[in-house]
């Protein structure tokens, strides 16, 4: 079973850029495919990206697309998020999911999940 914790969330201005990282540990990484989801205030969780288990094939929530990139280092069992131009509607708590199989944008595929990284944006 496999553990994730998510860190390097914040308070940020409008246009800046964030990188969220989330570590796994317990279970066989590269054998996982990898999300993040957001959660804002009063709103469901929503899909934001995912990876396949080797890097290769990536997929994005169209509103997303050209700011955030999702990227994943298996030797050291870590996924990132790399957000740029963020935006006061990024405002959200993010978490990191992972799934044995193939790639999902649902969020009920997900059977592993994080604690979550706040991430505030300002305008």
């Known amino acids: 079973q496999v553990q994730l914790v998510e860190s390097g969330g914040g308070l940020v201005q409008a246009g ?3 990188r ?8 066989t990484f590269s054998t996982y495919a990898m999300g993040w989801f957001r959660q804002a ?6 899909f ?5 288990w080797s890097g290769v094939s990536t997929h994005y929530a169209d509103s997303l697309k050209g700011r955030f990139t999702i990227s994943r280092d298996n030797a050291n069992n870590t996924v990132y998020l790399q957000m740029n ?4 509607e990024d405002t959200a708590v993010y978490y990191c999911a992972a799934r044995r199989t ?7 595929a997900f059977g592993y999940w994080g604690q ?3 991430v505030t944006v300002s305008s």
Request: aromatic share 2%; proline share 6%.
């Open 48 to 52: 934001v990206a995912v990876i396949n």
């Open 41 to 46: 205030p009063g709103k469901e969780r929503e």
């Open 20 to 27: 969220l990282s989330c570590a796994a540990s317990g279970g």
């Open 102 to 108: 193939a790639v999902s944008t649902y969020r009920e």
């Open 85 to 88: 131009s963020l935006k006061p």
């Open 116 to 118: 979550g990284t706040q």
């Open 16 to 18: 800046d850029s964030l």
